[in-house]
């Protein structure tokens, strides 16, 4: 029922910035809960950082405190990670998720590749 398609990711140099989309649909009226996974070569998916459903607190992972940030528009369904001052240990494939917070159902995005090269 609910989708998610990002887009943005591609190839960029150490200390460039790229930021990724996610457009969501078919969602209910459910307060969801947005989140950022990625999952570097050869590593186990990690969190990155997280949206609250109502006011828009956010979260982030120590590792991208200060560079990422994340950000939405309610007009267009569209969650954003703008990433900045990218190390080429950012590289990875990075995944939105939805979290239904009334039933517990969470809904992930197809995964957008970032690669942090020179």
């Known amino acids: 029922q609910v989708q998610l398609v990002e887009s943005g990711g591609g190839l960029v140099q150490p200390g460039g910035t790229l930021r990724l989309s996610c457009a969501v649909s078919g969602f209910t009226f459910s307060p969801y809960l947005m989140s950022w996974y990625r999952q570097g070569p050869g590593k186990e998916r990690e969190f990155v950082c997280s949206?609250?459903?109502?006011?828009?607190?956010?979260t982030y992972a120590d590792s991208v405190k200060g560079r990422f940030a994340t950000s939405r528009d309610n007009a267009k369904n569209t969650v954003f990670l703008q990433m900045d001052s990218l190390k080429s240990e950012d590289t990875a494939v990075y995944y939105c998720?939805?979290?239904?917070?009334?039933?517990?159902?969470?809904?992930w995005g197809q995964g957008s590749q970032v690669t942090v090269s020179s």
């Open positions: 949206m609250a459903p109502i006011g828009g607190h956010t």
């Open positions: 998720k939805a979290y239904d917070t009334v039933f517990g159902l969470e809904y």
